[in-house]
């Protein structure tokens, strides 16, 4: 079988000497969606921290395109295709919408996703792009944010919680795009506390509980009550 575009194994990820992820197997491949569940604290930012060299201390072995990206920084794992967006969005509040966009493009990779394509997906951030992001409504500024990791032409796509405090209609809107994002045969990664939405969007899943996956498969042919047993480990 063809080696899948990110492929993670036995990861175990530390703060100090507190253990956060244990023995973590993960595999995404290109143009698949695959959704990482778990309650507060299972550990879910802290793998895409991983994969993205942002964790304090790892062990394991990540893998992109076959090449071994343990030990890279957040900076080559941009440059080689992986880009996150991150919890909390982190952009330049007093940066323009254009500015914070140009960011993506500034770290990324060469690419077919310009700025006509993401004004193409977010139409209200060409009428804002002169605008200062602090001004933006908070979807808004989401799109900014989902924006600047897709003009970094990633090959896989991390998503941390893009829908955390976000009016239903905005996370839809957002959510719209998710499908076509993957059509490009882009691999997506989304964390996010909606199970519901999460699994409806997602080839496959991963269920983290105290830093391991307690559970795994396709929504499609896991029932509910599987899910929600091992997400809240009974
Ligand atoms: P949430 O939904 O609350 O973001 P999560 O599933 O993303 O939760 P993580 O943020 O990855 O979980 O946290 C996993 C564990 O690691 C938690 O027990 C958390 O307290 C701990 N942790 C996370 N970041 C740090 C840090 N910088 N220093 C120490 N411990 C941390």
Same mark, same amino acid.
């Given at each position: 079988m063809a080696e899948p575009m990110l492929r993670i194994q036995d990861l175990s990820v530390f703060y100090g000497p507190f253990r956060a992820l244990e023995g973590i197997d993960l595999e995404v491949g290109a143009g698949e969606i695959v959704s990482i569940i778990g309650a507060n604290g299972a550990g879910k930012s802290s793998l895409m921290k991983a994969i993205v060299g942002q964790a304090d201390r790892i062990e394991g072995a990540i893998r992109f395109e076959g090449d071994?990206?343990?030990?890279?920084?957040t900076a080559e794992t941009t440059r080689a295709g992986i880009a996150l967006v991150p919890e909390g969005r982190r952009?330049?509040? %007093? $940066?323009?919408v254009e500015e914070n966009l140009m960011i993506g493009r500034e770290v990324g990779r060469e690419g077919e996703i310009g700025f006509d394509q993401v004004y193409g997906y977010f139409p209200i951030l060409r009428e804002r792009?002169?605008?200062?992001?602090?001004?933006?409504?908070g979807g808004q500024q989401q799109m900014v944010a989902l924006g600047r990791a897709l003009l970094a032409n990633p090959k896989l796509l991390l998503c941390d919680e893009? %829908? $955390?405090?976000?009016a239903p209609v905005i996370i839809n809107g957002l959510y719209e795009i998710i499908p076509e994002i993957r059509d490009r045969g882009i691999g997506i990664v989304i964390v996010e506390q909606d199970i519901t939405r999460s699994l409806a969007v997602a080839d496959r899943f991963y269920c983290l509980l105290e830093g391991k996956v307690n559970l795994s498969g396709r929504p499609a042919e896991t029932s509910r009550d599987e899910v929600a047993r091992h997400y809240f480990g009974m």
């Open positions: 071994d990206i343990t030990a890279r920084s952009l330049f509040p %007093s $940066l323009t792009r002169g605008q200062m992001v602090r001004s933006l409504s893009i %829908s $955390l405090g976000l």
